[in-house]
């Protein structure tokens, strides 16, 4: 019983003995000769001018989240396609829940802003505050003293 596995064994075993034996004849037959240029980064040839970004913004994040969510929704649904009549009600009652348990994490990483990549809108700071509005006719005084009544007499 165990000799039809033997083939799939004895590859597995050759993979494993040639791969060592690669790392070790590299390790022992390569030249050792590092220099400034050849201990730098490779990019292209072409030497990097600005430091590397320091991190991802979370937006590319709750983009994968989405890739992710609907790749395990296609996973899923193949299979309750092809056997759907068979599994009857109860079926299509847990296709139901999964694919509202989708689109609520769907809905999540939207409301997050998952999709707004363009540069935030900036609020104009004149749309906001008036330049005719200074401390002295913005600020509420406590009490009735020196305060102008709506026919213009002081109080």
Known sequence: MLAQYLPILAMFILAVLFAGVSLIASKLLAPRRPTASKEEPYECGIASTQDPPERFPVRFFLVGMIFIVFDVEIIFMYPWATVFREIGLFGFVAILIFSFAVFESFLYVIGNGALEWGPRK?????????PSRTIHSTIRRVGLEGRVTPEGEAA
């Open 122 to 130: 900036k609020i104009e700071r004149q749309d906001i505050v008036s």
